[in-house]
């Protein structure tokens, strides 16, 4: 997209927009939460809409003018719908975190109990973490994943769902590589009485194309970001059956947002429909392979694995209490120009700005076009660098091989569906 006028008005910002483009470019972009949007989805998240207040619903707005933005809001709300197979969907959350919260908004009062998965076992922040408003204004019981294997125990969330008697249990993840039961969530839900809210932001993408089952036949509200695999914009959505359709819309507003973006809505509209196109059941499945042959490829390597492997887009090594540390593997693979973050892994001790393990996902570099034998060499190239992490040599080859891939796969596929 052209940047002329920013360049002419406002160098500095201009010099920093491109030179986050180069390191785009230039690098191996394995943070299993990012991805490559469109230049359609980048062109959309650009445009006029941004301009436009449009407080309410297509044909119930607060402001004049919104005939152009209802046709967007339209589209976003009816593809959304069509992707997933929804109800009802609403486009306007400005992120996971404000989805999440509009759906307890919806769902609890302050002081109700809900079940969550613990951060530090893969959950997410929004899920109870006790720094969060979710964690401050509820009553939060955590479960988490079975130290054996690394998996969910369906046993124990069920026994823990009898003990504690939430009124709501959510499912859903930031770092579990493996596929969820959202059958035995529901189940467990059903037995106890509790609503169930899942939140698929990260599993979305595999989700719309069945890669992984489905949480919509299960859940009372699902939420999801749009910008992961789903690859669209930065952005929220929350998809219900039709008869919480009123309580999610008004828990979004005017229970937790103001004027919604339409630019980010139209940016979400073109993502929808990307994802509903062929070519993207071909990509989401050729995210997952890579996936694994990423992983078995680290295993071969001698690296551990949260749960012996994957299922979906994301991989977890630990490195285990005496390893490396994530903070020290995510230095030494950002000197070669890989970008992994550190993350907790199940049983952690060391604190969140240090970790023993590190989260991988190969949604972005699949993007841009890369197969199983990339995440071998690139498997090889890691392993290289982690056990040698401060030999200059190692990390000086490793660097150039990296920007010789980089140089060999374009930033941004062209995705967009013609017809
Ligand atoms: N920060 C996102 C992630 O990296 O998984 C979740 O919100």
Redesign the pocket.
């Known amino acids: 997209m052209s940047t002329d006028h920013l360049r002419r008005f406002d160098p500095e910002i201009h010099q920093a927009v491109h030179a986050e483009e180069a390191r785009q470019r230039d690098q191996l972009e394995m943070?299993?939460?990012e991805n490559f949007a469109s230049r359609a989805v980048l062109e959309a998240t650009g445009s006029a809409l941004t301009n436009k207040y449009a407080e309410g619903l297509p044909g119930r707005r607060y402001y004049g003018g919104c005939e152009h933005v209802d046709v967007v809001e339209g589209l976003a709300r009816a593809r959304a719908c069509t992707l997933f197979g929804a109800d009802h969907a609403n486009v306007q959350p400005h992120s996971?975190?404000q989805a999440n919260l509009a759906a307890f908004l919806a769902f609890l009062q302050p002081g109700d109990r809900f079940l969550g998965m613990q951060l530090s076992h893969g959950g997410?922040?929004t899920h109870g973490s006790p720094v969060n408003v979710s964690g401050k204004w509820f009553r939060v019981s955590s479960y988490g994943v079975r130290e054996s294997d690394g998996l969910i125990d369906y046993d124990i969330v069920r026994e823990q769902a009898r003990s504690e008697c939430p009124r709501l249990i959510v499912a859903g993840a930031?770092?579990y590589p493996r596929t969820l039961d959202f059958a035995a969530f529901g189940e467990i839900a059903r037995e106890v009485d509790a609503l169930l809210m899942v939140d698929m932001?990260?599993i979305a993408g595999l989700v719309a194309t069945g890669v992984h089952p489905s949480p919509i036949p299960y859940a009372h509200v699902v939420t999801t970001?749009t910008h992961k695999t789903l690859r669209g914009p930065r952005g929220g959505l929350i998809l219900t059956p039709a008869e919480h359709a009123r309580a999610i819309d008004r828990a979004v507003f005017p229970g937790s947002q103001g004027g919604p973006m339409m630019h980010v809505i139209a940016a979400k509209a073109v993502a929808f429909r990307e994802a509903l196109a062929p070519e993207f059941s071909l990509y989401t499945r050729q995210v997952v392979a890579n996936a694994r042959a990423l992983g078995d490829e680290l295993m071969e390597h001698g690296f551990r694995l949260v749960s012996g492997g994957t299922d979906t887009h994301l991989i977890l090594v630990d490195f285990g209490q005496d390893g490396l540390s994530g903070a020290q593997a995510e230095a030494a693979l950002a000197r070669v120009g890989i970008t992994v973050?550190k993350n907790t892994v199940p049983g952690e001790y060391r604190s969140p700005l240090v970790t023993s393990g590190i989260r991988l996902g190969t949604s972005a570099l699949t993007s841009r076009g890369m197969g199983i034998d990339e995440m071998r060499l690139i498997a090889g190239w890691m392993a290289r660098v982690l056990l040698r992490p401060e030999d200059d040599e190692v990390l000086g080859e490793v660097r150039g091989r990296v920007r010789e891939m980089s140089a060999s796969f374009p930033l941004r596929k062209e995705t967009v569906p013609v017809g």
């Open positions: 943070i299993a939460s996971g975190a997410h922040l930031s770092a932001a990260h970001t973050n």
